[in-house]
């Protein structure tokens, strides 16, 4: 049986035009970690302290955010999870694994996926998040995936024979894909996507086969429709306000907080503006194709915003441009990028820049991506180095409300969660040792429920560690 650790000595891979001697190369990784090993969960001796970890997180944020990140996360064990991708990624280096690397997400979990455009203005269901990407084992991300499900699942209620269906069916729906690519001409399993076509042809056969209702019909359908609507010219409408007969992002503190408000003398607001210039102008070099329409755009304002659950904290802007005139905006995201959690446990990244790691693992995984992508590092304002990613704020970005999901919903949307999973790994890693890796039967399938389930016990243990750090005064968490 391998852990992380033998990725190293693992037999060298073999010729990728050699189908067969690829496919034997998963069978013996089969023999050497059988796939029923993947299964369960038990803390080890000398398990790391959960809440030293988010205090070690805390060190290197922005201070007055972490009491907000803290306050996202007490929501429920659900929302303690997604914050909680550090923590699981130094389990995880516990457990066993194959030895067959892919670039993974390192944050695969259900609130992670969802819809987006393509530069081609198609509409594409796929991995969303890769600020934890790095080359790891492909283990690692199915599992918080599937995990994910069962945590999910016990906040919305559902009983053991249904959270085990769903989990079984994620995994499923992962191994099946898999099988699938690894079978399929070349460039039909790298071009593979799911677009909204596809998702609406298969949410309407399972309904025909009764395995969802018109309910999820009509939700997926409003999904779709909502993110067509998510695009810049919706983004500047939503955030900005006219103030002096000038285009303004809007306070809503502490979550959406203009440059002037963070930065109220005028002389160090310029200089703030200043670095963003520098810093949109200098990532000019890192968008494909080279002739971009990016250039066209000129900074209007900035304004710091709080994103998602597990990212609280770290840096995060939201920049106003113009292009032709103020009807024609632009509104950016430049990120904030730290080294991967999954760093604990595998080796560095071949990329010095944080920013160039999570673009690139973005563009190997995903079937089609965002034309502003790209990559900065620069000197703040306050003299510290920082790396950054840059991106649109809204292209047609829409996702799944896990708190309204039905049992047969989280089903579907499993079983499309997993097979997005497995044609980002299918990218970037071996498919065809993958597929024989897992095989035919339902082995790891079964192996890997069974870890979901241990592991959300432990996150439910861990939850409980923080709200007692957070009542006894040893976190500090934001007011509801």
């Known amino acids: 049986m391998s852990t992380h650790e033998d990725v190293a000595a693992e037999l060298a891979p073999p010729p990728p035009t050699d189908f067969a001697l690829r496919a034997e190369h998963g069978r013996a990784a089969r023999r050497r970690t059988p796939r029923s090993s993947h299964g369960g969960w038990a803390p080890p001796s000398g398990r790391a302290d959960p809440v030293a970890l988010l205090e070690e997180q805390a060190a290197t944020r922005v201070p007055e955010l972490v009491p907000v990140r803290h306050r996202r996360m007490m929501v429920s064990p659900f929302t303690f999870y997604r914050g909680a991708a550090l923590l699981m990624a130094v389990d995880l ?10 670039q993974v997400c390192g944050d695969a979990h259900l609130s992670n996926f969802g819809v987006f455009g393509t530069p081609e203005r198609a509409l594409v269901f796929d991995i969303n998040d890769f600020d934890e990407t790095l080359p790891g084992p492909w283990e690692w991300d ?8 069962e945590v999910a699942g016990r906040h919305r209620g559902f009983d053991a024979g249904q959270r085990r269906g769903i989990d079984l069916a994620v995994v499923r729906a992962y ?9 399929s001409g070349v460039l039909d399993g790298w071009y593979d996507r799911l677009d909204a076509d596809r998702v609406m042809a298969w949410v309407e056969d399972e309904r025909r086969a009764k395995r969802v209702g018109r309910t999820q019909v009509h939700r997926t359908e409003a999904v779709l429709a909502k993110a067509r609507t998510k695009d810049s010219t919706r983004a500047a409408a939503k955030l900005v306000e006219i103030v002096d007969g000038e ?14 408000d963070l930065v109220p003398l005028a002389r ?37 915003k709080v994103v998602g659950v597990g990212s609280v904290g770290t840096r995060a802007w939201v920049v106003l441009l113009r292009g032709r005139d103020e009807n024609d905006t632009l509104v950016l995201q430049a990120k904030q990028a730290e080294r991967s959690v999954l760093e604990r446990a595998l080796p560095p990244s071949r990329y010095d820049n944080q920013g160039e790691r999570v673009v690139r693992g973005q563009r190997l995984m995903q079937a089609a991506g965002d034309a502003f992508l790209g990559w900065q590092r620069v000197v703040g304002v306050d003299g510290v180095v920082r790396d950054y990613y840059l991106r649109q704020l809204y292209d047609w970005k829409g996702g799944v409300d896990a708190e309204v999901m039905d049992a047969a919903g989280a089903r579907a949307y499993g079983r499309l969660c997993g097979e997005a999973l497995a044609r980002a790994h299918a990218r970037s890693g071996d498919r065809v040792a993958l597929a024989a890796y897992l095989g035919r039967g339902d082995a790891f399938d079964r192996a890997v429920a069974d870890f979901a389930a241990d592991y959300a016990d432990q996150n439910e243990r861990d939850y409980a560690a923080f709200l007692h750090a957070v009542a006894s005064g040893r976190l500090a968490a934001a007011e509801a």
Do not use: C, N
């Open 247 to 260: 285009p303004r992002i809007a306070a809503s503190p502490p979550l959406v907080v203009p440059v002037e």
């Open 142 to 149: 199915v599992k918080r995936l599937v995990t994910s499900f």
């Open 175 to 183: 191994r099946e894909r898999m099988l699938r690519l690894a079978g």
């Open 268 to 304: 160090d607001r310029e200089r703030a503006e200043d670095w963003m210039r520098r810093l949109i102008a200098s990532y000019l070099s890192t968008l494909q194709p080279e002739r971009h329409p990016m250039a066209e755009y000129s900074y209007v304002h900035m304004a710091r």
């Open 93 to 102: 280096a516990r457990t066993p694994v194959s030895g067959l690397v892919t």
